[in-house]
């Protein structure tokens, strides 16, 4: 597994999203659309062969 960049956005939108309880408040919260945070956290979950 590779090691993560905490200062990506995909690992700060994912961390966004959880604390908020959605993407659409994380999203707003980072300045970036709701489907942004989405695909952020497809990314996080392929990386770690999340189902």
């Known amino acids: 597994m590779k090691p993560i ?3 990506a956005p995909v690992p ?8 908020l309880g959605s993407f659409r408040g994380a999203g707003d ?3 970036i659309a709701p489907s942004a945070v989405s695909q952020a956290v497809a990314v996080l979950e392929a ?3 999340a189902p």
């Open 5 to 7: 960049d905490e200062s």
């Open 12 to 19: 700060s939108g994912c961390r966004t999203a959880a604390e």
């Open 29 to 31: 919260r980072l300045g």
């Open 47 to 49: 990386d770690l062969a």
